[in-house]
Nanobody, 114 residues
Framework: QVQLVESGGGLVQAGGSLGLSCAASRSISGGVMAWHRQAPGKQRELVATITSGGSTNYASSVKGRFTISRDRALNTVYLQMNSLKPEDTAVYYC?????????WGQGTQVTVSS
């Protein structure tokens, strides 16, 4: 079992930046880490992924603005969000997928004001 704890959410003006962290309670060196988000009234959507080898992938809506990274020593995954837009407002969740099983964090709210 693993616990994932997100932090770093908050309120920011459009065009601003925010960095999210997802700290795991144990090693997450294997598997795939991902950030998802869910806006009010909408389905949860994939934002970015990073594999154990460091390969990354992004949703088209955030490509070029968001960067996912991981620190193996700290068992932490990050999401740096730049040039934020009001439509980025959502609860952001990190997820670890390992051997076909998903582990989710509790989420952190990001609000972008116009």
């Amino acid at each position: 079992q693993v616990q994932l704890v997100e932090s770093g959410g908050g309120l920011v003006q459009a065009g601003g930046s925010l960095g999210l962290s997802c700290a795991a309670s144990r090693s997450i060196s294997g598997g795939v880490m991902a950030w998802h988000r869910q806006a009010p009234g909408k389905q949860r959507e994939l934002v970015a992924t990073i594999t154990s080898g460091g390969s990354t992938n992004y949703a088209s809506s955030v490509k070029g603005r968001f960067t996912i990274s991981r620190d193996r020593a700290l068992n932490t995954v990050y999401l740096q969000m730049n040039s934020l837009k009001p439509e980025d407002t959502a609860v952001y969740y990190c997820k670890w997928t390992y051997w076909g099983r998903d582990y989710w964090g509790q989420g952190t709210q990001v609000t972008v004001s116009s």
